[in-house]
């Protein structure tokens, strides 16, 4: 088992930066993948970007690339979502979640594990 918990969200004006945390414990060993996701209401939820876990190479979503930086600390066993130049559209519950067996990617059912979000939001 993983246990992950977000933290970071909030309130931020359009230009505006936040950076977010996803803190994991537990079998953080056996990690292959992580990745956020975000959903807003009344939508899908849909892939922001990943990382791979040992090597730290992250993927991305076309619509966050340049904007957005995936990274993670292995000492720390955090994952940090670094969110620039912030739209309205970007407001959302983010998601991070974990995948164990190699098959994570950009897909919600890739992961089998997940945190309870954290809520940001981008005013106009």
């Known amino acids: 088992q993983v246990q992950l918990v977000e933290s970071g969200g909030r309130l931020v004006q359009a230009g505006g930066s936040l950076r977010l945390s996803c803190a994991t414990s537990?079998?953080?060993?056996?990690?292959?993948?992580m990745a956020w996701f975000r959903q807003a209401p009344g939508k899908e939820r849909e892939f922001v970007a990943g990382?791979?876990?040992?090597?730290?190479?992250?993927f991305y979503a076309d619509f966050v690339k340049g904007r957005f930086t995936n990274s993670r600390d292995n000492a720390e066993n955090t994952m940090y979502l670094q969110m620039n130049s912030l739209k309205p559209v970007d407001t959302a519950n983010y998601y991070c979640?974990?995948?164990?067996?190699?098959?994570?990617?950009?897909?919600?059912?890739?992961?089998?594990?997940w945190g309870q979000g954290t809520q940001v939001t981008v005013s106009s």
């Open positions: 990382i791979d876990w040992d090597r730290g190479i992250p």
């Open positions: 537990g079998l953080t060993f056996r990690i292959d993948t």
């Open positions: 979640a974990a995948d164990l067996n190699g098959f994570g990617y950009r897909k919600p059912d890739d992961y089998e594990f």
